[in-house]
């Protein structure tokens, strides 16, 4: 098949999905298909392509810090005349199915799904009401917890609006609480915060940015993720932390922390937490032609609490969807096609 393969974009997970972009053409190398890998962002977005079976193409490489986004406005600006016209959008039209590699911003919440369905083009992935759903923590929170899954309590809070509001003073003053933006991806600007003190620095940090903040308990029970592929659910990983919270940097260092997979817990734990990933899926509209990976962590009596939905989790080399895969038995090769296979049938 003629692939083209979208990665890179304008989130603080470029550098991510730029690597998740070069591991999936490999792959699909490797299964003979003809691969292009384009970068709607960048000032000549075809990175690499056409490519045939046997070219070779090096593996992407994932910086210990996110980006910086100085770019940003112009790398959006770049990205969305690539998708609405010109060569990259007649790239897209031509190519029989195309391959989002792309993680967060407009990758994920729904803005790169919307404009290649307005143009009738097949993609991988879930649609963009689904992604839209998932990205924004707090609604899709809420939408879980309005089905009847375990979700912690959550507060949501702009530090440009001022004071902070009652219910998250209560929450921080309780603590120690978990503060991550509302809608980002890889734990990028994840704190750990044990104090009204700490709280305030955080948010100073961030106030001129305009980021809305999630504020919710710190968990300290074992962590989990569990995705679905169509209709399979794959394995329980465990990740084994050595610090508190599985930041940026952790999750893209090999050997940061310990994946396990399958994770070392009670079958019938196991299939709990598979269940829970499986009505998350469903529950915020992904679909058997769509997969995701649902994080979970433990509150202190090892219940299961649902973190967030990903859309579109990473496909690098030390990703965690991958390694699900593995654990039910597939190369890497063979979960790429299972990708590309859910969304041309």
């Not at 202190?300 to 991958?322: D, Q």
């Amino acid at each position: 098949m003629r692939v083209v393969i979208l990665c890179g974009g304008e989130s603080p997970e470029r550098d991510v999905s730029l690597a998740s972009g070069r591991s999936v053409a490999r792959a699909l190398l490797e299964r003979d298909h003809e691969v292009m890998l384009v970068d709607p962002a960048a000032v000549e977005p075809v990175l690499a392509g056409p490519l045939r079976p046997g070219d070779v193409l090096d593996a992407g490489v994932v910086a210990k810090e996110p980006p910086a986004l100085a770019e940003r406005e112009q790398w959006r600006r770049r990205m969305y005349a690539a998708l609405t016209g010109g060569p990259v959008l007649e790239l897209l039209r031509d190519a029989e199915v195309v391959f989002l590699a792309l993680h967060g911003g407009w990758g994920e919440d729904g803005h790169v799904q919307a404009l290649l369905e307005m143009a009738g083009i097949r993609f991988t992935g879930a649609g963009s009401g689904a992604c839209a759903a998932a990205w924004h923590k707090g609604r899709g929170q809420a939408v879980l917890g309005a089905a009847g899954l375990p979700v912690a309590e959550r507060h949501l809070w702009k530090p440009e609006d001022g004071a902070v509001p009652e219910a998250v003073e209560r929450l921080v003053a309780t603590g120690p609480v978990v503060v991550k933006p509302v809608a980002d991806g890889s734990s990028v600007s994840v704190y750990r915060v044990d104090s009204l003190a700490q709280f305030g620095h955080v948010a100073a940090e961030v106030r001129s940015s305009g980021v809305e903040l999630l504020v919710e308990p710190f968990l300290p029970g074992r962590e989990f993720t569990v995705a679905v592929v169509g209709d399979q659910v794959l394995p329980v990983v465990e990740i084994e932390l050595t610090t508190p919270l599985f930041d940026y940097a952790a999750k893209y260092q090999p050997g940061a922390v310990s994946e396990v997979c399958p994770a070392r817990v009670q079958p019938d734990f196991a299939s709990r937490l598979q269940d829970l990933a499986h009505r998350a899926h469903r529950a915020l509209g992904f679909d058997d032609n769509a997969y995701s990976r649902t994080d979970f962590r433990c509150d202190s009596r090892g219940e299961p609490m649902c973190l967030e939905v990903n859309a579109l989790p990473g496909l690098t080399a030390t990703s965690l969807l991958p390694l699900a895969a593995s654990g039910a038995g597939w190369t890497y090769p063979e979960l790429i096609q299972r990708l590309i296979g859910l969304a041309t049938r």
